[in-house]
T-cell receptor, first 113, second 113 residues
């Protein structure tokens, strides 16, 4: 069964460094999302991406965040200058169409020291 | 805008039933239910679209009352594998919205033998 994959599974970085989190959505899906979950808390929406552009973003998704779909398969989240409070699990999700379920990847645990 | 889930936590004995509620203060387009086990990604359970409907598979079902802006997840004859945190994700009929989900804080379900 097709699934969303994410790499790396765990990323440790120093405050102020740039990180790129990678996702490969399910191949025939058209809508892509990034969410994050701080340990022990709820899942929070960051950004949605459709038709090669950002369609919606939350207040969390400020200027230090960016997303790209550099080729037909990868979907990346870049954090330009990481802060301690960026430490969280980051989930990528995709869905085939507007009326379909979203499938989550296994997540990348980001630890900012 | 965040949906409110209740209860926050519930402890069951194997074989008992539970109901988890998800309420919104705004009109909903759809409700998505997920289960998350510790350290893992949310796993999709079911999606309910506006129009009011009930769905189910196995011993897990859900209803969506569009007028009351709420959804309920029903777990019957619970099994140990049902343990986890249940999140409802709500989608709002905002023009141009590409389906990002706003999640509740979750309901922690523990099933004991």
């Amino acid at each position: 069964e097709p699934e969303v994959t994410q790499t790396p599974s765990h990323q440790v970085t120093q405050m102020g460094q740039e990180v790129i989190l990678r996702c490969v959505p399910i191949s025939n899906h058209l809508y892509f999302y990034w969410y994050r979950q701080i340990l022990g808390q709820k899942v929070e929406f960051l950004v949605s991406f459709y038709n090669n552009e950002i369609s919606e973003k939350s207040e969390i998704f400020d200027d230090q965040f960016s997303v790209e779909r550099p080729d037909g398969s990868n979907f990346t989240l870049k954090i330009r200058s990481t802060k301690l409070e960026d430490s969280a699990m980051y989930f990528c999700a995709s869905r085939r169409g507007q009326y379909n379920e979203q499938f989550f990847g296994p997540g990348t645990r980001l630890t900012v020291l | 805008q965040q949906p409110v889930q209740s209860p926050q936590a519930v402890i069951l004995r194997e074989g008992e039933d539970a109901v988890i509620n998800c309420s919104s203060s705004k009109a909903l387009y759809s409700v998505h239910w997920y289960r998350q086990k510790h350290g893992e990604a949310p796993v999709f359970l079911m999606i309910l679209l506006k129009g009011g409907e009930q769905k189910g598979h196995d011993k897990i079902s859900a209803s969506f009352n569009e007028k009351k802006q709420q959804s309920s997840l029903y777990l019957t004859a619970s099994q140990l594998s049902y343990s986890g945190t249940y999140f409802c994700g709500t989608e709002y009929p905002i023009g141009g919205s590409q389906g990002n989900l706003i999640f509740g804080k979750g309901t922690k379900l523990s099933v004991k033998p």
